[in-house]
């Protein structure tokens, strides 16, 4: 079910949809709406600047970045970086006790 590469697990979409199926007893199409429905909902949530918890697995918000002055890794010359919405998660408990 998982893809191994050198000691590392890999878990993509497609893995993650055959795991809820197996799971909950669901077809592949029906877990496969599923997933797609929570991996909306999230999005939607953050987009419009809500948060979402998940009460014992973590929550997904939104860290407003201000806008800095950073230089071009090529030529050294300074550049502005603009200003940015960036996703974010923070583990819940009963998630970090999981994998503790």
């Known amino acids: 079910m998982f893809a191994k590469y050198e000691g590392v697990t890999e878990m993509n979409k ?3 949809i055959s795991a809820v199926a197996e ?3 669901l077809s592949k199409s029906d877990a496969a709406g599923a997933v797609e429905g929570v991996f909306d909902a999230i999005t ?5 600047g809500d948060e979402v918890r998940l009460v014992g697995f973590g929550t997904f918000s939104v ?3 201000k806008a800095s002055t950073g230089r071009n890794p090529r030529t ?3 550049m502005t ?3 940015s919405n960036q996703p974010k998660f923070k583990a819940g408990k009963g998630l970090k ?3 503790n």
């Open 44 to 48: 939607k949530s953050l987009s419009s």
């Open 97 to 99: 006790d999981a994998v």
């Open 63 to 65: 860290a407003r970045r």
């Open 23 to 25: 799971t909950s007893g």
């Open 81 to 83: 970086i603009k200003a």
């Open 76 to 78: 050294g010359e300074p």
């Open 14 to 16: 497609n893995d993650l």
